[in-house]
């Protein structure tokens, strides 16, 4: 696709938590040899997360449930899926999908999804100097469990494997937005709660 704007920030949206729940039952229903795969996993998670006890040794903990589950893998069948995550997009004024955004993993949250319009997109825009994006997005807002003994493989996947490695119910649901330079990671970011709007402005500064 054709280069994004200069004036165009750079725009990155991700889950709270790194495993869907609906994408979770889903693979429940659909794929049941996913399914007890996942759990024997799951449960050595739960034994390794017993061992080092979970919140203080958080950043030990992702890296072993990342190699736990391999990451095309947890894509594919319980992480974030853009289609389901990404209802609504508009740019400009004009329609976009989740076509309109690159998949990538990273280890706090999973799935994330970086705003890459098309190049017909950007050609549709390209003579409107103001930027806008306005996404309408799916959350899972069920709560996660913290328990790794929990008789659930949903419970034993999510423990420990929460944002900032701790059980905390008000950020077991919603969205993290990063924003920034174009060509850079992202390292601003508000949270995104279920249920209600949010805004970000951005003003560009030209230095003489």
């Known amino acids: 696709p054709g280069a994004i704007p200069f004036e165009t920030p750079d725009i990155t949206v991700c889950g709270v938590t790194p495993i869907s729940y609906s994408n979770y039952y889903?693979?429940?229903?659909?794929?049941?040899?996913?399914?007890?795969?996942?759990?024997?996993?799951?449960?050595?998670?739960?034994?390794?997360?017993?061992?080092v006890g979970l919140g203080g040794q958080y950043e030990t903990l992702?890296?072993?449930?990342?190699?736990?589950?391999?990451?095309?893998f947890l894509l594919r069948y319980l992480g974030t899926r853009?289609?389901?995550?990404?209802?609504?997009?508009?740019y400009k004024g004009y329609n976009c999908s989740f076509t309109d955004f690159e998949?990538?993993?990273?280890?706090?949250?999973?799935?994330?999804?970086?705003?890459?319009?098309?190049?017909?997109?950007?050609?549709?825009?390209?003579?409107?100097?103001?930027?806008?994006?306005?996404?309408?997005?799916?959350?899972?807002?069920?709560?996660?469990?913290?328990?790794?003994e929990s008789l659930t493989i949903y419970g034993r996947l999510t423990a420990g494997v929460t944002?900032?490695?701790?059980?905390?119910?008000?950020?077991?649901?919603?969205?993290?937005?990063?924003?920034?330079?174009?060509d850079h990671f992202p390292r601003d970011y508000i949270n995104l709660s279920p249920g209600v709007h949010s805004y970000v402005d951005f003003e560009m500064v030209e230095y003489q």
């Not at 693979?27 to 449960?43: E, F």
């Not at 853009?82 to 508009?90: G, H, N, P, R």
């Not at 390209?126 to 994006?133: G, N, W």
């Not at 944002?163 to 174009?182: C, Q, R, T």
């Open 163 to 182: 944002y900032e490695g701790i059980y905390d119910v008000s950020k077991s649901g919603g969205a993290i937005l990063f924003y920034g330079e174009k």
């Open 26 to 51: 889903e693979t429940v229903a659909k794929h049941p040899s996913v399914y007890a795969n996942l759990y024997s996993s799951a449960a050595q998670l739960a034994y390794i997360s017993t061992m």
């Open 103 to 148: 998949n990538y993993w990273v280890s706090e949250y999973g799935n994330c999804f970086r705003f890459s319009p098309s190049a017909t997109l950007l050609n549709q825009t390209k003579e409107i100097a103001e930027f806008s994006l306005e996404l309408v997005l799916f959350t899972d807002n069920y709560p996660v469990l913290g328990n790794p």
């Open 82 to 90: 853009q289609e389901y995550f990404i209802v609504k997009c508009t």
């Open 62 to 72: 992702m890296p072993i449930a990342k190699d736990m589950f391999d990451p095309s």
